[in-house]
């Protein structure tokens, strides 16, 4: 059984996270918090022994719409530095779009780099991921793949941060795994509908 220390130390940085994940987002081997707020993203940086330095804030420019509690990290452009990429509105042209920030390795973030997205991603529910990265196509470069109710699209990524149009599959499925299930050496997702849980062989893009 899990057991946790007593009167922890809790620290309030006043960030108001709905949702948060962790990472190494500022290069200094010890794991920090991210989130978002309205409008920008939010890194705590960790010490190292349970508690947080002051916020690192990056303002999201160009987004609108941005589903607070929706976004993925991984190394998008793979220089070793954690990147975010964040599901929301082009605030001009009213499209969806995967917008990636690249991370400069001190905490804060580049400003967003667009790609056009088919349909809306839902926000995650409890217990339900609606997006997901990993490197679907083995070109080494990080892929999202995302769920939409209606069918599952993967967005190849280009190693730069952006990424090329959508691979699509038709599925109603609600939310998305990434795990290698038949063992050849090829990334897999899982997917899991309203009725039951059903496993897809390999989507990827052609070659
Ligand atoms: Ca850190
Ligand atoms: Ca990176
Ligand atoms: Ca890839």
């Known amino acids: 059984m899990a057991q946790f220390l007593p ?3 809790q620290f309030d940085n006043g960030a108001g996270f709905s949702f948060f994940v962790q990472g190494d987002f500022n290069g200094d081997g010890k794991t920090d918090i991210i989130g978002i707020r309205v409008g920008e993203l939010v890194v705590l940086p960790g010490n190292g022994t349970g508690g947080f330095g002051a916020p690192l804030n990056t303002t999201i420019t160009g ?11 991984g190394d998008f452009n793979n220089d070793g530095r954690l990147d975010v990429a964040l ?8 499209t969806s779009v995967v917008a990636s920030l690249l991370g400069k390795g001190n905490g804060t973030f580049d400003a967003p780099r667009e790609t056009v997205a088919l349909g809306v991603i839902p926000p995650y529910f409890p217990n339900s991921v609606t997006a997901i990265g990993g490197d679907f196509n083995g070109d080494a470069k990080l892929d999202i793949a995302y769920v939409t109710g209606s069918q599952i699209c993967v967005l190849l990524g280009n190693g730069d941060g952006t990424f090329s149009s959508a691979v699509t599959t038709a599925s109603n499925g609600l939310t998305l795994a990434a795990g290698d299930f038949n063992h050849d050496g090829k990334l897999d997702l899982a997917i899991v509908t ?4 059903r496993g897809c062989s390999r989507l990827c893009a052609p070659g």
Do not use: C, E, K, S
């Not at 987004?63 to 990290?73: A, D, G, T």
């Not at 599901?87 to 009213?94: C, S």
């Open 194 to 197: 309203g009725q039951r849980h």
């Open 87 to 94: 599901f929301g509105t082009d605030a001009l042209t009213g």
């Open 63 to 73: 987004l609108n719409n941005v589903q607070l509690n929706q976004f993925i990290v």
């Open 7 to 9: 009167n922890f130390a």
